[in-house]
């Protein structure tokens, strides 16, 4: 029986990736579910013509989305925060943030009172059409009642992990795609069939109505009749049709390779959907509900489309219960996209020593951040308990996170321009040369829009810039005050580090560790120099063989364990492990491969590599050019491990990676040799020799490599021994590199 090998393995926050498709649905359940309620709550305050306003709004978001793009072509880890700090540094990206999550804590509680508004709706519709109506039904408190079973129901699955909620999106995208598809049809034929009213232009005077509501601050003066003023007000009302773009930058850590194509795709898919969803809903409002009924509908905006749509009364009232059960399943998502967004956006800062590090300790059983999760859903119900369910609230105070964040993320994507104009793989549309510099008209653009209208909502929308500047002055003097706190505790220690939870005492061996048989072992030693596990990553396909990063500890680093065999990485691993284990993480999460990680004890380091490829059964191991070795040194030391190892020894193959690109393998144990042309010539020439004769016909070359390897071994045990070894000497000092 062989000794049993004890190990630490780490595990770590989020090494989970997931498909385009599911990344696509995570955020539309954010940007579609608002076409559930922008268009009605936008028509509530500037008219008519909000449908076109809907539709600007839907198209910029074409270009919102490439500014997210292009931050995440810099940044895995990326989003307002990691963007706006690298570009004006901690103090606006910490404002940015506490705009953010005024945005994140309203996204969920809005789109789960929605969900009530449109289940609460339909149940008073089915009393009154079957004559036992509710008197004085309590929709707005019912709605918040269902608002916190839908948050904590999602609380829940994102403590199990991003997989299993994303999911679920995707379950609910599905579902909601045949809703559209239904909807668009239906609703052709309908117009088609009668006279219909399309929007009014808003550009023409009186078509915006300039009350209090819509004008805010702004209200009777000189600036409330400029016509661009009206239509930035106008778009500035309309831009919670827009929810959602962080979502986007916070999900590409979980995208899967190849990770740049496929955030590409989802934002696609996202544009395409939304585009299609959002606007026409608000179209074919005003097309279809008249005008003097339509006000009640504000809050249940597809639901009156339903209503009015041509056909029977049963076939209408069956496809107004689909619309409910969707609507209820999206906005519910919404919910969760809300929690995934914010989780992000506080890990990061937690790894950058905003939030102490408690807030990213892994769960004990499904190694998610837990704690963020918690805080930013107890938050949400204490919102809808707050606004008592309702909606149009919940809807006016929305804008404001979402806008501000928008506007500083486009100001430090300009500045990155300027002062990092490398390092990232894909560029906003745009870009003019002049005089050897680069002129990023289309980011130029953008930023003008987004800040505008920030402004312009600012003044218009008194309640939510109320509630917003204090709700984002209170989240910057928290964050400002827990960094001091954290620097103070971390003075002199490294910053950024990922936090692991290992699990100590653990037996070695691919069934322990969860890793398949013909795996991939990576050799690890120094933080800063992984180009050889950012090579492998790309071409191992890991659905089909898994990737196992280790790195080996010698005995007089050994930790002293006490009874328990779960850890917290402070506990049992130095700075340089873990700085070494961060860096390993961020390698795969750039390109969407999962890892597990090892740590094993060992007294030599080629010892500990071989014993543990063998306990896994890896097929292949993976590391670096040694500092102090040559390759064919570091082969050797590797090969001698593996003649030490006990029987069975498998067949395997080291490859050592150069700096320069260049790769070398060496088959361990017994293996076929490989010859050189001219030792190829000569052991033919020989057998050409010896089968002239043809008493010999019958010679193959093995036998003629059999005689010659018996007598080398009989000479080496004679005195001719030292002149045979000077002659290798000279052979191996002219080997050629062919």
Same mark, same amino acid.
């Given at each position: 029986?062989?000794?049993?090998?004890?190990?630490?393995?780490?595990?770590?926050?989020?090494?989970?990736?997931?498909?385009?498709?599911?990344?696509?649905?995570?955020?539309?359940?954010?940007?579609?579910?608002?076409?559930?309620?922008?268009?009605?709550?936008?028509?509530?305050?500037?008219?008519?013509?909000?449908?076109?306003?809907?539709?600007?709004?839907?198209?910029?978001?074409?270009?919102?989305?490439?500014?997210?793009?292009?931050?995440?072509?810099?940044?895995?880890?990326?989003?307002?925060?990691?963007?706006?700090?690298?570009?004006?540094?901690?103090?606006?990206?910490?404002?940015?943030?506490?705009?953010?999550?005024?945005?994140?804590?309203?996204?969920?509680?809005?789109?789960?009172?929605?969900?009530?508004?449109?289940?609460?709706?339909?149940?008073?519709?089915?009393?009154?059409?079957?004559?036992?109506?509710?008197?004085?039904?309590?929709?707005?408190?019912?709605?918040?009642?269902?608002?916190?079973?839908?948050?904590?129901?999602?609380?829940?699955?994102?403590?199990?992990?991003?997989?299993?909620?994303?999911?679920?999106?995707?379950?609910?995208?599905?579902?909601?795609?045949?809703?559209?598809?239904?909807?668009?049809?239906?609703?052709?034929?309908?117009?088609?069939?009668?006279?219909?009213?399309?929007?009014?232009?808003?550009?023409?005077?009186?078509?915006?109505?300039?009350?209090?509501?819509?004008?805010?601050?702004?209200?009777?003066?000189?600036?409330?009749?400029?016509?661009?003023?009206?239509?930035?007000?106008?778009?500035?009302?309309?831009?919670?049709?827009?929810?959602?773009?962080?979502?986007?930058?916070?999900?590409?850590?979980?995208?899967?390779?190849?990770?740049?194509?496929?955030?590409?795709?989802?934002?696609?898919?996202?544009?395409?959907?939304?585009?299609?969803?959002?606007?026409?809903?608000?179209?074919?409002?005003?097309?279809?509900?008249?005008?003097?009924?339509?006000?009640?509908?504000?809050?249940?905006?597809?639901?009156?489309?339903?209503?009015?749509?041509?056909?029977?009364?049963?076939?209408?009232?069956?496809?107004?219960?689909?619309?409910?059960?969707?609507?209820?399943?999206?906005?519910?998502?919404?919910?969760?996209?809300?929690?995934?967004?914010?989780?992000?956006?506080?890990?990061?800062?937690?790894?950058?020593?905003?939030?102490?590090?408690?807030?990213?300790?892994?769960?004990?059983?499904?190694?998610?951040?837990?704690?963020?999760?918690?805080?930013?859903?107890?938050?949400?119900?204490?919102?809808?308990?707050?606004?008592?369910?309702?909606?149009?609230?919940?809807?006016?105070?929305?804008?404001?996170?979402?806008?501000?964040?928008?506007?500083?993320?486009?100001?430090?994507?300009?500045?990155?321009?300027? /002062?990092?104009? =490398?390092?990232?793989?894909? +560029? *906003?549309? $745009? #870009?003019?040369? @002049?005089?050897?510099? %680069?002129?990023?008209?289309?980011?130029?653009?953008?930023?003008?829009?987004?800040?505008?209208?920030?402004?312009?909502?600012?003044?218009?929308?008194?309640?939510?810039?109320?509630?917003?500047?204090?709700?984002?002055?209170?989240?910057?003097?928290?964050?400002?005050?827990?960094?001091?706190?954290?620097?103070?505790?971390?003075?002199? /220690?490294?910053? =950024?580090?990922?936090?692991? +939870? *290992?699990? $100590? #005492?653990?037996? @070695?061996?691919?069934? %322990?560790?969860?890793?398949?048989?013909?795996?991939?072992?990576?050799?690890?030693?120094?933080?800063?120099?992984?180009?050889?596990?950012?090579?492998?990553?790309?071409?191992?396909?890991?659905?089909?063989?898994?990737?196992?990063?280790?790195?080996?500890?010698?005995?007089?680093?050994?930790?002293?364990?006490?009874?328990?065999?779960?850890?917290?990485?402070?506990?049992?691993?130095?700075?340089?492990?873990?700085?070494?284990?961060?860096?390993?993480?961020?390698?795969?999460?750039?390109?969407?491969?999962?890892?597990?990680?090892?740590?094993?004890?060992?007294?030599?380091?080629?010892?500990?590599?071989?014993?543990?490829?063998?306990?896994?059964?890896?097929?292949?191991?993976?590391?670096?050019?040694?500092?102090?070795?040559?390759?064919?040194?570091?082969?050797?030391?590797?090969?001698?491990?593996?003649?030490?190892?006990?029987?069975?020894?498998?067949?395997?193959?080291?490859?050592?990676?150069?700096?320069?690109?260049?790769?070398?393998?060496?088959?361990?144990?017994?293996?076929?040799?490989?010859?050189?042309?001219?030792?190829?010539?000569?052991?033919?020439?020989?057998?050409?020799?010896?089968?002239?004769?043809?008493?010999?016909?019958?010679?193959?070359?093995?036998?003629?490599?059999?005689?010659?390897?018996?007598?080398?071994?009989?000479?080496?045990?004679?005195?001719?021994?030292?002149?045979?070894?000077?002659?290798?000497?000279?052979?191996?000092?002219?080997?050629?590199?062919?």
């Amino acid at each position: 029986m062989r000794p049993a090998v004890k190990v630490f393995v780490a595990t770590t926050v989020m090494l989970t990736f997931i498909s385009f498709w599911r990344a696509a649905a995570i955020v539309l359940a954010d940007l579609a579910s608002s076409a559930y309620y922008a268009g009605g709550d936008a028509e509530k305050v500037i008219g008519k013509s909000a449908p076109w306003f809907i539709l600007a709004v839907m198209l910029f978001s074409y270009a919102v989305r490439a500014l997210y793009i292009e931050s995440s072509s810099m940044f895995v880890r990326g989003g307002v925060y990691r963007v706006v700090k690298e570009a004006m540094g901690g103090t606006l990206a910490k404002i940015s943030v506490s705009a953010l999550l005024f945005d994140y804590v309203l996204t969920g509680p809005i789109s789960a009172v929605s969900a009530g508004q449109y289940l609460a709706g339909f149940i008073e519709d089915i009393a009154r059409y079957s004559h036992h109506p509710f008197p004085n039904f309590p929709e707005n408190t019912f709605a918040a009642a269902f608002a916190i079973l839908i948050a904590l129901y999602f609380w829940w699955k994102n403590i199990q992990g991003i997989h299993e909620s994303s999911g679920k999106a995707l379950q609910i995208m599905i579902i909601t795609t045949v809703m559209v598809v239904i909807l668009i049809i239906w609703c052709t034929i309908t117009i088609l069939r009668a006279p219909i009213q399309m929007p009014p232009n808003p550009l023409h005077p009186g078509v915006v109505p300039l009350t209090k509501e819509s004008m805010g601050w702004l209200y009777d003066s000189w600036l409330s009749h400029l016509t661009w003023i009206i239509c930035f007000v106008g778009f500035g009302h309309s831009v919670l049709a827009m929810s959602g773009e962080e979502t986007l930058a916070q999900v590409n850590r979980e995208i899967e390779h190849p990770k740049l194509k496929n955030l590409e795709k989802t934002g696609a898919i996202i544009f395409v959907y939304s585009l299609l969803f959002t606007s026409l809903v608000s179209f074919f409002a005003v097309m279809i509900i008249p005008d003097k009924v339509r006000p009640e509908y504000f809050g249940n905006l597809i639901g009156g489309i339903a209503m009015f749509l041509a056909g029977p009364t049963w076939a209408r009232l069956s496809f107004r219960a689909f619309v409910v059960l969707v609507g209820v399943l999206i906005l519910a998502g919404a919910q969760n996209t809300s929690i995934v967004g914010a989780n992000g956006v506080l890990s990061r800062m937690a790894e950058d020593g905003v939030l102490t590090a408690g807030f990213q300790k892994p769960h004990p059983r499904f190694g998610t951040s837990y704690r963020i999760v918690n805080l930013i859903v107890i938050l949400q119900v204490l919102t809808i308990i707050l606004t008592r369910g309702n909606v149009f609230i919940l809807a006016g105070l929305y804008a404001f996170g979402v806008i501000w964040s928008f506007a500083f993320m486009s100001l430090a994507v300009v500045v990155l321009r300027y /002062k990092n104009p =490398g390092n990232r793989e894909w +560029r *906003v549309p $745009g #870009n003019i040369t @002049l005089f050897g510099k %680069e002129i990023p008209i289309g980011l130029f653009i953008i930023s003008t829009v987004l800040f505008i209208t920030a402004l312009v909502n600012l003044c218009t929308k008194s309640q939510a810039t109320i509630a917003g500047v204090i709700f984002s002055g209170v989240f910057f003097g928290i964050f400002t005050y827990s960094e001091h706190r954290v620097s103070k505790t971390n003075k002199g /220690k490294p910053e =950024g580090l990922a936090q692991f +939870r *290992v699990y $100590g #005492n653990e037996e @070695l061996g691919s069934n %322990e560790l969860g890793v398949r048989p013909g795996n991939v072992l990576v050799a690890v030693r120094d933080p800063r120099n992984l180009y050889y596990l950012r090579e492998v990553l790309r071409r191992t396909d890991t659905t089909k063989q898994d990737l196992v990063v280790m790195t080996a500890r010698l005995y007089q680093r050994e930790h002293s364990f006490s009874a328990r065999t779960v850890y917290e990485a402070n506990e049992i691993f130095d700075h340089y492990e873990q700085e070494l284990f961060t860096a390993a993480v961020t390698v795969a999460e750039k390109e969407g491969r999962p890892v597990s990680l090892l740590v094993v004890p060992a007294g030599d380091v080629f010892d500990a590599i071989v014993v543990t490829a063998q306990r896994l059964g890896s097929s292949r191991i993976v590391c670096g050019l040694s500092n102090k070795l040559t390759t064919d040194e570091q082969a050797k030391l590797t090969g001698d491990a593996w003649e030490r190892l006990p029987e069975p020894r498998p067949r395997l193959i080291i490859e050592v990676h150069e700096p320069g690109g260049k790769v070398r393998e060496y088959p361990l144990g017994p293996h076929t040799p490989r010859m050189r042309p001219k030792d190829l010539e000569l052991m033919h020439r020989v057998w050409l020799d010896i089968t002239s004769d043809p008493r010999y016909a019958g010679a193959h070359h093995y036998h003629v490599v059999a005689l010659a390897l018996e007598e080398l071994q009989r000479e080496l045990g004679s005195p001719d021994r030292a002149a045979l070894l000077a002659k290798l000497l000279d052979e191996m000092h002219n080997d050629s590199p062919n």
